[in-house]
Nanobody
């Protein structure tokens, strides 16, 4: 089992910044991808950004240029730096990790979610 613990959410004014962090712990063999998804009220969960262990980065079109994902493989931690936040960014943000065990079995893990609210 892998546990994901998120931190860094909160209330921010439009145009402000937030940095989210997520650390994985537990029985870790190899984490292939770590990333962030979000779910606004009444909407489906959507990808914000993810990062592979090999260095690839993937961003949703709605956040390109405003959001940067980074990953510390040694610490099993992923960060999401969000700038120029807009009210439309308001959502619960979930950390995600794709874990691969010694038998090449992949398992998807989720954090508990952290609320981001952008409002004046």
């Amino acid at each position: 089992q892998v546990q994901l613990v998120e931190s860094g959410g909160g209330l921010v004014q439009p145009g402000g910044s937030l940095r989210l962090s997520c650390t994985a712990s537990g029985s870790i063999f190899r984490i292939i991808t770590m990333g962030w998804y979000r779910q606004a009220a009444g909407s489906e969960r959507e990808l914000v950004a993810d990062a592979t262990s090999g260095g690839s980065r993937n961003y949703a079109d709605s956040v390109k240029g405003r959001v940067t994902i980074s990953r510390d493989n040694a610490k099993n931690t992923v960060y999401l730096q969000m700038n120029k936040l807009e009210p439309e960014d308001t959502a619960v943000y979930y950390c995600n990790a794709v874990h691969q065990n010694a038998y090449d079995v992949r398992t998807n893990y989720w954090g508990q979610g952290t609320q981001v609210a952008v409002s004046s």
